[in-house]
């Protein structure tokens, strides 16, 4: 009998036999992605990773076939190692700036955050953490890690054996930490211990990320302090002084330079010795990146009053002039800057502008225009209120170098080196000098600019040298005063307040006060004043000595002048002006046709010019009325050939006058005026009070302008006629006020005046309605028991009983104004 034969068992029908599958093209693996088999799934997103490591346009590829929606899918898979290929894919996937936006569209924070967990493998850590760095660039996916909770485990990681992870790990963390509210967050986290640990790492890049994330989060007031508990303060100067790390000193500065900023912590650095330490450093150093941080550092913290003490005591002044002597421009402008910070301590300040100001002044002459802005914005703060800094400035030769910073191509260059100009101008020698280089014809440029900081700063130097009558009449014959009107029109109170200021010093002459109203100044100063938020104290006393110094628009204007102003030859009187409507000068009325509307009256007592030039060479300075009474009755007993050169001492001089040589139209001399005021200082003058000279005074005008008028008979007194006569005989509107034989009440009253300012009588001229117009003056009564008492204000009776004084506030007074 046969053995029998087995028969082999055939395998089962729904079986299928292995096959090895070779792909050369990444669509057909990005479908193998939907394979139920974990191995197939695997294999293929190994092979992703290899094809998407290549290059960024493999990236692209990939992700125009659709295979980061898959890989998506698999974040979540249960096999381990399906899932960690494809965090291998995303890791090296998202570096593409599509590929990112794309996972923020999937929202695949809080899956990678999920693969963070301790128990996961290191590869998946690794590439989760990368994957998570690449994506923290954009603020939306921050928000979602702090959100979904992602800062403590990658705070945790910091601590993994694997420095990739690491690395990345602090990478992301540094991204976090730019947002405030982050930075909070790893505080509370405790982050500061595994940082400082990394310091130690065996990895520059690990370190170098360390130290810059440390500089980020130590901003906090909170985490420097923290710092210092930790002992991080020590930990960073032994980087400082350990010359294998140098090439980590640049950031270790930055950290530190936080930490200074804080009084309380730079105070232990002092009590260590730390601060030393590390100015030592920098004294030695000659690395330009570290030189210029810890300037920089020096700036920040140098706006703690408690800080600049510290730095003073520790001599910071020698380390930031020495920076000055460098090479590199960035270390000057960093040193320049913290010399401008530390100027608020006056010890330093003091220092600063002894040994600083020549290396300074030699800087201003350099090439690079943030230098120069630098070093002048320091040499302003040395100077501003500091004379003596001002003096060092001026005789190390700075005054041409600053006037050659006013065309420099910086702003802040220009409105600095105009501040540092304006320092000087307080001490007149430096200001005469400065003048002499022309520097009114230097601020038209600048009171030009389109920067208000520069603007402020020009119209601030114009009020400074605009004491000067030199000065003045630089800025208006080089068309200065243009532009120096158009600021009065900004918006910037700063700049609107000092044009103010400097309209107002100009102001102080009389040409160009009559050339800044020509430029509508007054029409300007008016709408500010009428305004509560854009007028200021600069404003009305601008257009107060404006007025003041062109007298016939303010009598035309306000209809008012007061005792203090005195009127001089070349004054007119054309009425009220109505709001908004120019005032024309003497010459420009001149050229109009004769009219029937009101004469302009014109005073002018000046005789030929070569007479006057003679007395005026002769003539005393102006001294007070009370002054020149006393002056003339002392000489009441000497001959009366000797009283004509006492009248001409009392006469205006040449300043007070309006020069009217350089017109085109001169006006006639009035010389029945020069009568009237020769008679008056024969006759008046030597009277022995005020009373009796005002009476006098008044009896005379009447007598001159038809004398007196019956109060019934007044409108039969008819000036007008004569008026018109005398006009048309001129063949012109403007009338000398000598001419008129018959003149009511305003002719009447701008007599009084013009004859009582001759004569050093104090009295004001006030404009009222229909023709109207009257004379205030102040006397001195006696009581009964020889007391002085206060002066009482009397209105001057010119018309109906002249000579009659009319006590102000009185019913007679009142009639005598509105009759």
Not at 438 to 453: C, D, E, F, K
Request: net charge negative; with cysteine; charged share 25%.
């Amino acid at each position: 009998m046969g053995k029998k034969v087995k028969k082999e068992q055939s395998p089962p029908k729904d079986v299928f036999d292995p096959l090895l599958i070779e792909s050369k093209t990444p669509a057909t693996v990005v479908l193998m992605l939907s394979s139920p088999e974990n191995e197939v799934l695997a294999k293929a997103c190994d092979a992703l990773y290899k094809f998407a490591s290549k290059g960024d346009e493999n990236k692209v590829t990939l992700l125009g076939l659709g295979a980061v929606e898959h890989l998506y899918k698999l974040l979540s898979h249960e096999d381990p190692l399906v899932r960690r290929n494809a965090v291998m894919v995303f890791g090296i996937m998202a570096s593409n700036h599509d590929v990112k936006k794309l996972l923020r569209e999937l929202d695949v924070t809080n899956s990678l955050i999920s693969q963070l967990e301790p128990e996961e493998d290191v590869v998946i850590h690794e590439f989760a953490t990368l994957c998570l760095a690449h994506m923290a660039v954009e603020y939306t996916t921050k928000v979602k890690i702090f959100e979904q909770g992602g800062l403590e485990p990658l705070i945790r990681l910091l601590g993994s054996p694997d420095p990739d992870v690491k690395k990345n790990s602090l990478e992301c963390i540094y991204l976090l930490v730019q947002d405030f509210q982050n930075r909070a967050a790893v505080r509370e986290l405790n982050v500061i211990p595994p940082l400082l640990g990394l310091l130690e790492s065996e990895y520059p890049d690990i370190q170098l990320l360390a130290l810059q994330t440390l500089e980020v989060i130590s901003k906090d007031r909170e985490t420097r302090i923290l710092l210092g508990e930790n002992k991080g303060l020590d930990c960073l100067l032994n980087i400082l002084e350990n010359n294998e790390f140098s090439d980590l000193h640049i950031e270790t500065l930055a950290v530190l330079g936080n930490c200074l900023e804080d009084a309380h912590i730079l105070q232990q650095i002092q009590l260590t010795g730390g601060l030393k330490k590390l100015l030592s450093f920098l004294e030695v150093s000659t690395v330009p990146d570290i030189q210029k941080n810890a300037a920089k550092a020096v700036t920040k913290a140098a706006y703690d009053s408690e800080i600049r003490k510290i730095f003073h005591w520790e001599e910071v002044e020698k380390f930031l002039l020495s920076l000055l002597d460098t090479n590199n421009d960035e270390v000057k402008v960093a040193a320049s800057q913290a010399i401008s910070a530390m100027c608020e301590n006056l010890d330093s300040k003091c220092v600063l502008g002894l040994q600083g100001i020549p290396q300074l002044v030699q800087l201003l002459s350099s090439d690079n225009e943030e230098v120069k802005e630098a070093v002048v914005t320091a040499l302003t703060n040395l100077t501003t209120a500091s004379p003596r800094n001002a003096s060092v400035v001026a005789e190390a030769g700075g005054i041409e170098p600053l006037m050659n910073t006013l065309n420099a191509q910086r702003d802040g260059a220009i409105s600095n080196a105009i501040a540092v100009l304006s320092n000087l101008s307080l001490q007149e020698p430096y200001r005469v000098r400065i003048q002499s280089h022309g520097i009114m014809s230097a601020l038209v440029g600048p009171l030009r600019s389109t920067n208000s900081q520069v603007q402020s700063k020009a119209a601030f130097a114009v009020a400074a040298f605009g004491c000067d009558a030199d000065a003045r009449t630089e800025l208006r014959n080089v068309g200065g005063l243009g532009p120096l009107v158009e600021l009065l029109h900004s918006k910037n109170e700063e700049v609107r307040r000092n044009a103010c200021w400097a309209v107002m010093v100009c102001g102080s002459d009389e040409l160009t006060a009559v050339e800044l109203c020509r430029l509508g100044t007054l029409d300007i100063l008016e709408e500010i004043n009428l305004s509560r938020k854009r007028r200021n104290k600069f404003s009305e006393a601008a257009l107060e000595k404006l007025l003041d110094n062109n007298l016939p628009q303010k009598y035309s204007r306000m209809g008012y002048l007061s005792s203090s102003n005195i009127i001089t030859n070349g004054f007119y009187d054309c009425g009220q002006i109505k709001h908004g409507k120019k005032f024309l000068s003497l010459e420009e009325l001149s050229k109009q046709e004769l009219t029937d509307r009101r004469a302009i009256i014109f005073i002018n007592a000046k005789p030929q010019e070569n007479v006057v030039v003679e007395k005026v060479q002769d003539a005393s300075p102006p001294v007070s009325r009370k002054g020149s009474k006393e002056k003339l009755r002392k000489g009441k007993g000497k001959k009366e050939e000797e009283k004509p050169k006492e009248v001409i001492q009392v006469a205006p001089t040449v300043l007070e006058e309006i020069t009217l040589e350089n017109s085109l139209w001169v006006p006639p001399p009035d010389f029945i005026l020069m009568d009237y005021i020769n008679d008056v200082s024969k006759t008046i003058l030597p009277l022995t009070t005020t009373r009796e000279q005002v009476v006098a005074l008044a009896q005379f005008v009447a007598d001159k302008m038809g004398g007196t008028v019956e109060r019934e008979q007044l409108h039969n007194f008819c000036w007008e006629l004569e008026m018109s006569a005398i006009e048309f005989e001129l063949k012109s509107n403007i009338v000398p006020i000598g001419k008129i034989k018959r003149g009511t009440f305003y002719h009447r009253a701008l007599l009084f005046k013009v004859l009582a300012d001759r004569i050093g009588i104090g009295c004001s001229l006030v404009r009222g309605k229909y023709n109207r117009a009257w004379n205030e003056v102040k006397l001195v009564e006696y009581s009964p028991k020889g007391l002085l008492l206060p002066p009482q204000e009397y209105v001057v009776e010119l018309m109906f009983e002249p000579g009659c004084l009319l006590k102000q506030g009185t019913a007679k007074a009142d009639q005598y104004k509105r009759v």
